[in-house]
């Protein structure tokens, strides 16, 4: 949707006169901060933030590795486990690796339409050709948020499962033959988001740039 809107702005752009030109700000790319909402407020609250949240994922990826231990265990002994506590305890496998690489597709495709335009208008209430460019700007705005909330959620994403894979390793050297079985899968599922979200990120920067260069931002 948003390169679609991109598109219907540069056509506007195209007609318009020089007033609005010379309210075109001139491109900057966004910096990485500025992706995960980082880009305000005091400096030391900002690497606050980020250590909590790196330890808090530390701490997730080490618990599912946990929960992992004890369903697999549970399902050695033969004991009913519902469907969700059965996928677990079976670990990482060909049914659970494939999303981050989806997702990394999905992403890299958004990346190819945003340079190459779009050719069709947004769905919404409203045409897009009856929008005003103050309509316009606060959709891309809006839109630009939403990418970069969707950034954050596929980071943590890839964070937590970075964290479960060395726990997975960590494990798998004690002796857990069972976590050892599932450690090249474990890999490639958490190769996976980590993939997906630098091509978010990637997305992310370009549309940034592109909606700060319309005058949007």
Known sequence: MA???LRRVNFLVRDIDRT????????RDAHL?????????????????????????????????????TLAGQLAAHMALNPLETLIATGS?????????VAAVCFTAAVLRLRHGATEPPPGRTAVEHQTLSQLRGGLRREYRLVRA??????????VDVARTV??????????????????ATVVEAAGYVVAAVVLAAWARAFGAEVRRLGAL
């Not at 609005?20 to 491109?27: E, H, M």
């Not at 969707?150 to 964070?159: D, F, G, K, S, Y």
Request: hydrophobic residues 55%; proline residues 4%.
């Open 3 to 5: 390169t679609r809107i």
């Open 167 to 184: 726990a997975t390793v960590i494990a798998a050297q004690s002796g857990d033959t069972q976590i050892s079985a599932t450690i090249l």
């Open 93 to 101: 496998s060909a049914r659970t690796l494939w999303p981050g690489w």
């Open 33 to 69: 901060t500025e992706l995960v909402f980082l880009d305000r407020g005091p400096i030391a609250l900002r690497c606050v933030a980020v250590a909590v949240v790196a330890a808090a994922c530390g701490v997730a990826g080490t618990l599912l590795v946990r929960v992992h231990q």
């Open 20 to 27: 609005y030109n010379a309210t075109v700000q001139p491109q």
């Open 150 to 159: 969707a950034l954050i959620v596929v980071c943590l994403v890839a964070a």
